[in-house]
């Protein structure tokens, strides 16, 4: 599975960005996915995640009532919405195809994209 992310930028606190995250190479729709991010000198933290069917999100409490994640199955591509965005939102964001476990854990993913980075001015 190959996993191309973008639309990261820079952006002042209080604003918005959406994030992409294309795959090929499998069959999209059978597939969990998530985000993830990684700040300067952090480890990556899990942000969102999506089932498959889109009947069931998962999110951080850090993100929770200001980020959303959706899929388009069609599309192969899972997005991630980014509201009311904070100094502390500052990292690069991963996409990821979940293969089992929990969706929190790093480790319950096998595919990674490149990453797109996120900068939030204060």
């Known amino acids: 599975v190959q996993l191309q992310a973008f639309g990261g930028g820079l952006v002042q606190a209080g604003g918005s960005l959406r994030l992409s995250c294309a795959a090929s190479?499998?069959?999209?729709?059978?597939?969990?996915m998530g985000w993830f991010r990684q700040a300067p000198g952090r480890e990556r933290e899990f942000v969102a995640g999506?089932?498959?069917?889109?009947?069931?999100?998962y999110y951080a409490d850090s993100v929770k009532g200001r980020f959303t994640i959706s899929r388009d199955n069609a599309k192969a591509t899972v997005y991630l919405q980014m509201n009311s965005l904070k100094p502390e939102d500052t990292a690069v964001y991963y996409c990821?195809?979940?293969?089992?476990?929990?969706?929190?854990?790093?480790?319950?993913?096998?595919?990674w994209g490149q990453g797109t980075l996120v900068t939030v001015s204060s």
């Open positions: 999506i089932r498959r069917s889109s009947s069931v999100t």
């Open positions: 990821a195809v979940y293969y089992g476990g929990s969706y929190y854990d790093t480790t319950s993913y096998n595919y």
């Open positions: 190479g499998r069959t999209f729709s059978n597939y969990g």
